[in-house]
Structure formats: structure tokens, C-alpha cells
């Protein structure tokens, strides 16, 4: 049941797909976008629509389970969470969300993936679905670096096993790449640099977890070519159209390769 609350749509000048309409709006992925059309949840201009590919014009009026998606412009932002603060829009147990951070935004964003309550660092919000999916998909990869403190004094030859991959549950957790920084047998912990594609639950700290040096302090320092620098814990900016064209261009360009 989606939400009985205000959606946006990005402003198109041609036809779109219905179901890309509606993941641009942000209420939903691309593929369950296509299950409520299929299962006849979707309408446009007060009819039904239940053909996947059904395009649509800039001024058509489409509601999703009797919810209007009301058309606005995309905004970009990028924030440095701090630790202690839920990426979501919502918390159960009142804690502080990271739109709690954003002020007087008017547009409803929503973050791009997450991070750990406990993890610092870069985290994009914004209203455009169809950026979001881009970014967070697997199949387009785009490298996220992480700097962990973590506790012991691994050697080379066991985080070379974070390239080839650490069982954690179901899944294999990887990183793309690794460097130590530092290096502190006296207080036995290690500072690492790790570079990541995917974002699976908890990632850093399972992998991490599974060779036996568990994560003390995390912080995502880099996001494709996107860093923190000018930027103080719980503040943010809007991103720049430039560095919007570029992380997509990145993304599509892996993709293509």
C-alpha cells in the first residue's frame, strides 16, 4: 500500500514510461513500479492502466493507489551524517533521522542506500528515483571508500581475503580494494581505507566481523567522486548540475563497459 502522502515526479518534456514515472517519483523501484500497474493499482487520467510500456505526457495525472504524484523539479543533496542518526525518514523509536538535518527543504527527499546508525560519512538524499536507482543498483557499481578503525593487527595476508570475498550468512561480502593507513600494536587497532561496489546490509562490519576484527568506527569518505571536503559533521549542500552529470555519466559508463 503506498503511502498516503505527497510524491513527486520529476517534470518530463517528452513521453516516459508509466512505470519509470513512477520510480522517478521515488515511492517505489522500477520493478515494483510494474507490479501495481499489473496488478491494476495505477491510473492515468482517471483510467486504469495495467500495460507495462504505457508511455505518458509531461501533463497526464497518474495516481498510484489513489495517491496523486504531483510533478517537481529534482533536487540533489549531499549531507555528511554524523554517528547516531538513522538514515530514513521515519524512526519508531524516535531517534534523530538525517532529514531532521536538512532544515527548511521543502521538497520531500528520501537518502540514496544507508548507513549504519553508528557509521559517519557521505550520504546522498534526493527526490529523483530513477538517480537513486542508478546509484544504489549493483550492476552499476559505482565505488563508495570507506576509512574503518578496527580492532587488532591483521596481516596482509589475511585482508588479501577481502578481495576474494568473506562469507557472512547467504552472502559474499567483498571489497574492490584495501590500504592500511596506520598501524597501532600498542593499543591493537588498525586503520583501513576499503573501496566498495556494492552495499550489502552492514557490509564493512560483517566482512570485517568474519575474518576476526571487528569494526570500531566507520566513516564513507568518498562516493564516486564525490568527498567530504568543505563539509563539517551534520552539514550538507546541494550538489552542483555538473557533479549530478557526472556521478550519472559514471554510473552509466560502467554500465556500458
Known amino acids: 500500500m503506498v503511502e498516503n502522502i505527497k510524491v513527486m515526479v520529476i517534470i518530463m518534456n517528452t513521453q516516459e ?20 500497474i499489473q496488478d491494476g493499482k495505477v491510473k492515468v487520467n482517471q483510467k486504469v492502466i495495467t500495460t507495462l510500456g504505457t508511455k505518458v505526457n509531461p501533463d497526464d495525472q497518474i495516481e498510484v493507489d489513489g495517491v496523486p504524484l504531483e510533478k517537481e523539479t529534482p533536487v ?14 521515519s524512526d519508531d523509536k524516535g531517534r534523530k533521522v538525517v532529514t531532521d538535518l536538512l532544515g527548511e527543504i521543502e ?16 550520504l546522498i538524499l534526493t527526490n529523483d528515483g530513477e538517480f537513486a536507482n542508478l546509484l544504489m ?10 576509512v574503518a578503525k ?12 577481502l578481495r576474494k570475498g568473506v562469507r557472512s550468512d547467504n552472502d559474499l ?13 600498542k593499543k591493537n587497532h588498525t586503520i ?24 570500531m ?5 568518498k562516493y564516486g567522486m564525490l568527498t567530504l571536503d568543505g563539509l563539517n559533521s551534520g552539514e550538507y549542500r546541494p550538489l552542483t548540475p555538473k557533479e549530478v552529470k557526472q556521478m550519472r555519466n559514471m554510473a552509466t559508463k560502467i554500465v556500458e563497459e
Open 76 to 89: 540533489y543533496f549531499m549531507l555528511y551524517k554524523p554517528r547516531g542518526v538513522i538514515s530514513s525518514l
Open 107 to 122: 521538497e520531500r527527499v528520501f537518502p540514496i542506500g544507508r548507513l549504519d546508525y553508528d557509521t559517519s560519512g557521505i
Open 150 to 161: 578496527i580492532k587488532g593487527t591483521p596481516e596482509k595476508s589475511e585482508l588479501n581475503q
Open 137 to 146: 543498483h549493483p550492476r552499476y557499481q559505482v565505488d563508495k571508500v570507506y
Open 217 to 221: 568506527k566507520l566513516k564513507r569518505e
Open 173 to 185: 561480502l567483498k571489497a574492490v580494494n584495501y590500504r592500511i593507513l596506520s598501524t597501532d600494536k
Open 17 to 36: 514510461r508509466l512505470q519509470k514515472v513512477i520510480a522517478q517519483s521515488g515511492i517505489t523501484s522500477r520493478r515494483k513500479a510494474e507490479k501495481l
Open 192 to 215: 583501513l581505507q576499503l573501496t566498495l561496489r556494492e552495499g550489502k546490509n552492514r557490509h564493512v562490519r560483517r566482512m570485517m566481523d568474519g575474518l576476526g576484527y571487528p569494526v
